[in-house]
């Protein structure tokens, strides 16, 4: 097998490498190192030379050229990384994936220390205190380190080469089938506002496990429906079973239906049945829809208890599982009961995702071009390349990581939104994500909240932005012809639809984005965005006008 050593500059990874290499007789490959020869030149000139951008394409390149993991049990290969290899997620699909990952963690005095001795210079930390140089790096790169298993890099080099034996005699050496649930690899690991979230593949039942375990659950109550217990519920439900869990089910409606008061009343009915406990968590195991409700099941039952999401569709993975909200409909309007109940753990398997049907991995982008039209411009240019392969189901989009990449970017861009603004409080922060959703949500009530999914309407709502963002000026054009040819290209909200307008403004009038009686609008500027309480009504009814067909006078209302 393969050994990855991961960790802050100064950690250590040369050393112990190059220890373990020698004990196995095994091939030491140093990322830096294969860098330099292959630049010709030592990494604080190409820094110096060509930038921070040019070395991460090489180090990308360097990792790339690693080729395929070697599947002996035993080890044969110990790989040492740069500081910052695993920052991009792609790095992290082919380091991680089917090789055993050792973080190497340590104090930052401790480093910062080692560094002053080093012959070696550190681009990131030369001519900055190493101390504070240090903090920053571990507060920005933890949650990749994470994800690999964590050594105190103070250690003795003999001590760590024998704890590093001893998990690699504990750990398979594949990453296990693409499809299953029940083994894989962590990408990402992160305490948050928002729980505790862990990306990865192949990982739903560990991980639920050991979240289960931690909360000190005597039973595993697992929320779902019919079609992610299918998908995903039932094989998860499983695994738990024969590590030894007691499982109780509670099974909700598909889709939008979940999302009724009297079903959560007959849900809280049986869990008065068996008994659930205050200190008992409740498992989400679904799409959005799913999560909204078993969300709001668990913020009221008891007056709350603990939530884990297991988000098994592209929407709730980067969007609806995030963040604390949770809601039911009612005929006036959508989530208009809910209430916010933080999560205390997030799991998302990219592997659930490869049985999805196309119409919803499709939809789910409505929600990701979003994101990237807040201004992340790593999410849009990755949209712009992969997103048809990654809505088609394309296998060269799950295997080459692109998927991977889209649920890691548009989910951690949503952690750090609510995480600096929890209970959307004011014009700041997390009314963000409401971008598209102003006339969005009222297209899905215009349909009965089932003809439209979520991210088709979303989308139709980002026209309607960017066009009334223009409009006033507010988005330059570039930008909104940029973020209709990325929908135009994805398929989505191509085709007027056949709502009466009387029907959509009469939803949009019921909108919880509403202050002092305006509804306010998140509108895309050239890099980010501006919320406007002063749009004329006249631009809404004509900009929504443009994105509905022409019903008759007898269909409901203004056409």
Do not use: C
Request: aromatic share 4%; net charge negative.
């Amino acid at each position: 097998m393969d050994v990855v050593l991961v960790g802050l500059p100064g950690s250590g990874k040369s050393a112990v490498g190059r220890r373990l290499a020698h004990r196995h007789d095994a091939a030491y490959v140093d990322l830096d190192e294969t860098i330099e020869r292959a630049a010709g030149r030592k990494i604080p000139e190409i820094f110096a030379e060509q930038g921070e951008v040019a070395f991460r394409a090489m180090e990308r390149a360097a990792v790339e050229n690693l080729g395929a993991p070697d599947p002996e049990a035993v080890i044969r290969r110990v790989v040492a990384t740069g500081g910052g290899a695993v920052v991009h997620p792609r790095n992290r699909w082919a380091l991680y994936r089917g090789r055993l990952p050792i973080w190497l963690d340590g104090r930052p005095e401790v480093l910062a220390q080692r560094l002053r001795r080093s012959p070696n210079v550190r681009p990131l930390v030369t001519g900055r205190d190493p101390i504070g140089a240090i903090r920053s790096l571990a507060r920005e790169r933890e949650r990749f380190y994470a994800a690999g298993h964590r050594l105190n890099s103070a250690s003795e080099v003999g001590t760590l080469v024998d704890r590093v034996d001893e998990l690699a005699a504990g750990t398979a050496a594949g990453p296990g089938d693409a499809g299953d649930v029940g083994s894989g690899a962590v990408l990402l690991r992160a305490d948050t506002a928002s729980g505790h979230v862990v990306l990865g593949e192949g990982i739903a039942a560990t991980e639920l496990g050991a979240a289960l375990g931690h909360a000190r659950a005597r039973r595993a109550i697992l929320v779902s429906e019919p079609g992610a217990w299918g998908a995903a519920g039932a094989s998860i439900a499983e695994r738990l079973a024969a590590d030894g869990w007691s499982i109780e089910q509670v099974m909700l409606p598909e889709g939008e239906a979940a999302k009724r008061l009297g079903v959560v009343e007959e849900a809280a009915r049986q869990l008065a049945g068996m008994r659930a406990g205050r200190d008992e968590p409740l498992v989400a195991i679904g799409g959005g829809a799913l999560g909204d409700a078993a969300g709001f099941l668990a913020a009221t039952w008891l007056r709350g208890v603990p939530l884990i999401h297991v988000p098994t569709t592209l929407v709730a993975q980067i969007d609806s599982s995030i963040g604390g909200k949770t809601g039911v409909d009612l005929p006036e309007g959508k989530n208009l009961v809910g209430a916010f109940h933080e999560p205390t753990a997030v799991i998302i398997d990219v592997a659930v995702l490869r049985s999805l049907p196309e119409r919803q991995r499709r939809a789910a982008l409505g929600e990701a071009v979003k994101m990237a039209a807040l201004g992340d411009e790593q999410l849009f240019a990755l949209l712009e390349t992969d997103g048809e392969a990654i809505a088609s189901g394309d296998e060269g989009a799950f295997e080459s990581g692109a998927v991977a990449e889209v649920v890691e970017r548009a989910a951690w861009a949503k952690v750090l939104v609510v995480t600096a603004d929890e209970r959307e409080q004011g014009n700041a922060g997390r009314i963000s994500l409401n971008l598209g959703h102003s006339l969005g949500h009222a297209v899905e009530a215009a349909g009965g909240f089932g003809e439209q999914l979520h991210g088709e309407a979303v989308a139709v709502g980002l026209r309607a932005a960017v066009r009334i963002g223009s409009e006033l000026g507010v988005t330059p054009p570039d930008r909104a012809a940029r973020v209709e040819k990325l929908l135009t290209d994805l398929g989505l909200a191509t085709a007027p639809l056949p709502y009466s307008l009387g029907a959509v403004l009469d939803a949009m009038a019921t909108d919880k984005k509403h202050a002092s009686g305006n509804l306010r609008w998140v509108l895309p500027t050239a890099d980010g965005y501006e919320v406007r309480a002063d749009v004329p009504s006249e631009l809404v009814e004509r900009v929504a006008a443009g994105l509905l067909a022409p019903v008759g006078a007898g269909s409901g209302g203004r056409s």
